[in-house]
């Protein structure tokens, strides 16, 4: 089946991004280690889906 729809004009992609709030920032050294200074940005990868 062959899709007509022209796809020129649509945007391409829409991020939803929550404001930031600093409550508490990593040292710079755990920062490079962890790939980030934001807390709760620190969300390490464990190779498989992980549920709290």
Do not use: C, S
């Not at 991004?17 to 790939?35: A, L, T």
Request: net charge positive; hydrophobic share 35%.
């Amino acid at each position: 089946m062959k899709n007509n729809i022209n796809h020129n004009h649509m945007p391409i992609g829409m991020a939803y991004v929550p404001w930031q709030h600093w409550h508490e920032i990593y040292d710079i050294e755990k920062g490079f280690r962890v790939g980030t200074i934001f807390p709760d940005l620190n969300k390490p990868y464990m190779g498989r889906r992980f549920y709290k």
